[in-house]
């Protein structure tokens, strides 16, 4: 790692994908980077490829794709080498006969790793297997990255686990249609002193009888609770910020409190128990 580098260029990409359509889908990224100039890091929506609502699992088959080896996720390592930084992007993962709701890290050397969705929800319980994670990190540029999906958000355990592997950004690809995720990830920043980048997407898609309402106001947070940028409700914008990695390294909130050092895990035994609730 070069230890001088600590500025980071990194940014979000919110767009409407179109349900089962791969191929404009990649197109309508590219369009958007390629109004960019070379950046650090960039995160894309939730099954970008593919679209969300879906009514029968038989659609995924037309949609989904092997990882590394799909015709999508070559697609964005290519883009990855123009613009000569890293991608992170929800992926519709067909592996054997199972469906899985992911996320892909590429870079200019090609594929580097990719995240199952861990925690899902409602309807994609229908469709997608529970992902096996891990919750790991990847060092980009000097820069300790994490991925989550969407729902997974509301889990402070997932994105503390990776916090406390040293996790400087957490990039978080979404499909969100509530209003709480955008506010709670501050929430994510100050309590694990990182940065998270969620990308969502934008428009109203239907399938059938089911329809969705996508929020986007896609955003970037920081270790003292701030937006550096957020993005609108309902139009395609892609935007990058400077970010200084050391802040998320600096886990002291006052003279006397180290946000892990002062961990109790011994008081915590709950959180690892598996317990069913009923209403």
């Known amino acids: 790692m070069n230890s001088k580098r600590k500025m980071m260029k990194v940014g979000f ?20 980077i390629d109004e960019t100039r070379s950046f650090d890091l960039l995160v894309i929506p939730e099954l ?16 989904s794709e092997e990882i590394p080896s799909g015709y999508f996720v070559e ?20 592996s054997r006969s199972k469906y899985f709701n992911s996320s892909v890290l590429v870079g200019p050397e090609g594929f580097v790793a990719k995240y199952r969705k861990v925690h899902l929800f409602d309807r994609e319980k229908l469709f997608f297997e529970p992902g096996d994670g891990p919750f790991k990190l990847y060092d ?30 957490l990039a978080h690809s979404t499909n969100l249609v509530l209003s709480f995720c955008q506010t709670a990830m501050i929430t994510r920043s100050i309590e694990n002193q990182i940065f998270t ?27 003292d609770a701030k937006r550096l940028v957020q993005a609108s409700t309902d139009k395609e914008e892609i935007h990058f910020v400077e970010i ?36």
């Open 197 to 223: 980048i969620t990308s969502n997407r934008i428009g109203i898609e239907t399938n059938g009888e089911f329809s969705l309402h996508f929020k986007g106001h896609s955003q970037v947070t920081t270790p």
């Open 75 to 94: 697609k964005l390592i290519e883009l990855t080498k123009q613009k000569n930084g890293y991608i992170v992007c929800g992926v519709c993962e067909k």
């Open 244 to 279: 200084d990695i050391k802040k998320a390294r600096n886990k002291w909130l006052s003279d006397n409190n180290h946000i892990f050092n002062d961990r109790r895990p011994e008081m915590y035994n709950t959180l690892i128990e598996k317990k069913s609730f009923k209403l």
């Open 48 to 63: 970008a490829n593919s679209g969300y609502v879906f009514v029968e699992k038989n659609e995924l088959a037309k949609v």
């Open 140 to 169: 980009i540029r000097g820069m300790n990255l994490g991925m989550l999906v969407c729902w997974d958000w509301i889990f402070p355990e997932a994105t503390r686990s990776l916090a406390l592997q040293g996790m400087d950004v």
């Open 13 to 32: 990409l919110q767009f409407q994908p179109i349900l089962k359509d791969v191929e404009a889908n990649i197109d309508s990224i590219s369009k958007l």
